[in-house]
């Protein structure tokens, strides 16, 4: 059975996206984008809502031909792996091994988790909320960039209680931090 996983760069104060949507302070630098890309590689499925796969699609297309070896290798294992994009307003998903869905279905993700070898990744706060409220995330993982925003788009969502366990912790050198929760029971409000 696959673990469903909520990661995401956020600020110290809590937010994935500005309150202008502006996330280009959350880049990370290499050695995070190592560490990251690790993590990737056991993820088999991609779960997206429209506006995050439409910023992640980039990785289809992307010429990594003169770019660091982490974004090449960031770019194959994202190309490698499927993604379902959940969306009410696209025509079509403009990718490979993508499949567009028009509503989030607990059950149909349960049934994708139950039946999947390797492990599936949701993107994105306004989708993982649905995932975080029906209790199907197994594991949050955080990298907390040193910034304050001061708000915008919020990584949890209000209204959410949720017991965790904190299983990993890891400091990067330009004082990015990494922390990995074992989701324990959650209970929306």
């Not at 699609?57 to 290798?73: F, K, Y």
Request: a negative charge; charged letters at 25%.
């Amino acid at each position: 059975m696959a673990q469903l996983i909520y990661s995401g760069i956020m600020s110290l104060d809590g937010y994935t996206a500005d309150r202008d949507g502006n996330f280009a302070w959350s880049a990370p630098d290499e050695e995070v984008h190592a560490f990251i890309n690790d993590l990737e590689r056991d993820v088999g499925t991609y779960l997206f809502g429209r506006r995050m796969y439409q910023v992640m699609s980039v990785w289809e297309t992307m010429d990594t031909s003169d770019e660091p070896a982490v974004i090449q290798d960031y770019a194959r294992i994202w190309q490698g792996a499927d993604k379902v994009v959940y969306s009410t307003s696209l025509d079509a998903a403009a990718t490979p091994r993508t499949r567009l869905e028009r509503q989030f279905l607990p059950d149909a993700v349960r049934n994708l988790k139950s039946s999947s070898d390797k492990d599936i990744s949701i993107g994105g706060p306004t989708i993982a909320e649905h995932a975080l409220k029906a209790g199907l995330v197994d594991e949050c993982r955080l990298f907390i960039t040193p910034v304050a925003v001061g708000g915008g788009l919020r990584f949890l969502p209000d209204g959410l209680e949720s017991r965790l366990e904190l299983v990993d912790v890891r400091r990067f050198e330009a004082g990015a931090v990494y922390l990995r929760y074992r989701c324990l029971a959650q209970q929306a409000e």
